[in-house]
């Protein structure tokens, strides 16, 4: 692949994560917040979370057969758009329901999301593998370059 080419895909898939990662952490946050404000209990706020996880562990589980079997393009895609999805959906919430209620539509949209989540960072840190170059010191490289500026821009 020509460096020009992988550069600009590098950038793309880059700058796609960095939104995803954003987006979810402010996902997250808003809605602890948000509940937290509303006098709902940490057991209910813990079970928020639940689904977000366990779906993210099974998401990490099939992953890589869903990107082989799909594309690198087509998972990353998928993944940005269940969170688009996902947050749609928290925007459905209607504050007169009854406290179960809420806690297991939240849940169920915070699974979402996790699946969202493990599909764009799959997608991602694959996407690097397949772009770069067969030397194995520029692929590490590269994947530090990923993951250290996710973790820089989640830092400001």
């Keep these: 692949m020509q460096a ?7 950038l793309f898939v880059t700058l796609a994560y ?29 079970y928020m979370f639940v689904l977000y996880e366990l779906a993210g562990v099974i998401t990490n589980i099939l992953a890589g057969w869903i990107g ?3 594309g690198l393009s087509s998972t990353l895609i998928a993944g940005l758009a269940l969170q688009i999805v996902a947050v749609l959906a928290l925007s459905q919430l209607h504050q007169d329901w009854i406290v179960t209620y809420s806690v297991i539509y939240v849940m169920a949209v915070q699974g979402l999301s996790g699946v969202a989540k493990d599909l764009s960072k799959m997608s991602a840190k694959s996407a690097v593998k397949v772009l770069s170059p067969d030397d194995n010191q520029k692929l590490f490289r590269w994947v530090a370059i990923l993951t250290g500026s996710k973790n820089a821009v989640k830092g400001l």
Excluded: N
């Design 4 to 10: 020009e080419k992988f550069l600009t895909t590098y």
């Design 18 to 46: 960095w939104i995803f990662m954003l987006s979810d952490g402010a996902l997250r946050m808003l809605v602890l917040l948000h509940f937290h404000t509303l006098g709902y209990s940490p057991i209910q706020l813990a």
């Design 68 to 70: 082989s079997r799909y």
